[in-house]
């Protein structure tokens, strides 16, 4: 059974701090901004400090996105036929690695009739208009495998285990901040931990251990998203080379969960 230990309020993110009286409305000593909630998807994030570009918060509504947190877009979802979304330093979409044009459909061959003398005409396929396909296989030197867990089961309390290839990584190891900062939980908010360690004992990092206590309850679906990065030459890894095992689960009340699963996308 997971226990919940809380301490204070404010803590949405992967930092854990904020003031004690972090949403009680008042703007109190030592904050900048008090808006009464400790939602982290507004102007004011649960540790009392404005939501800005760049700070991985996405204030919806304002921005289309932040460094790694895309509000659930891909390139899909935006009309492409694929690809990696990025986002530019002004919190705006970057569609220059997304592939093929928004709305654009692979065309249906048509069909042609060729005259054969006195035999039956025979059809031939007329050549598809070309559609652009995805950059190779393999990755190129700076970019970047983005995957995404999601769970079947709302929860309160959640400890999940990611194991990842060697074609990825993240920079930094165990509880690094540069480690935390690849990590990016869909319902920010309570107390989270990150820790990237070595499952396998073989002296490299395969595992991220994510997990989140808190006394409100988070909906099925998304976790976290994590922006690994994708090694040079290597092949690019797809949902397959990720396992997500849900180590502990329980709700608010501290109810455990049996039987919460865990899934993976990958873009």
Do not use: W
Not at 31 to 54: I, M, P, R, S, Y
């Amino acid at each position: 059974m997971m226990i919940l230990a809380l301490t204070g309020c404010g803590g949405g993110g992967n930092d854990g701090g904020g003031f004690a009286s972090c949403g009680n409305g008042i703007v109190d000593d030592g904050e900048e901004c008090d808006d009464g909630n400790l939602n982290d998807q507004d102007a004011c994030l649960a540790t009392c400090v404005f939501n800005v570009c760049g700070d991985t918060f996405l204030n919806a509504g304002v921005e289309q996105c932040d460094d790694v947190a895309f509000g659930g877009a891909t390139c899909s979802s935006l009309g492409f036929a694929g690809g990696m979304l990025a986002c530019t330093a002004s919190c705006t979409f970057d569609t220059s690695r997304c592939t093929g044009s928004p709305g654009q459909s692979t065309p249906t061959p048509t069909v042609e009739t060729t005259p054969t003398g006195a035999g039956s005409p025979t059809p031939s396929i007329g050549s598809p208009i070309a559609t652009p396909t995805p950059a190779g296989l393999l990755c190129n030197a700076g970019e970047h495998v983005v995957a995404r867990a999601s769970v079947d089961k709302p929860y309160g309390g959640l400890s999940v285990r990611l194991g990842y290839p060697s074609a990825v990584n993240v920079p930094g190891s165990g509880t690094a901040q540069s480690v935390k900062d690849r990590v990016v939980f869909a319902h920010p908010g309570g107390l989270t931990a990150v820790n990237d360690l070595d499952d396998t004992s073989d002296g490299v990092d395969d595992t991220l251990a994510m997990s989140v206590v808190s006394s409100d309850e988070s909906p099925a679906g998304l976790y976290v998203t994590v922006t690994f990065d994708c090694v040079a030459g290597e092949a690019r890894p797809g949902p397959p080379d990720f396992a997500c095992v849900v180590q502990s689960a329980s709700m608010p009340d501290g109810t455990e969960i049996t039987d919460e699963t865990c899934s993976v996308t990958v873009e």
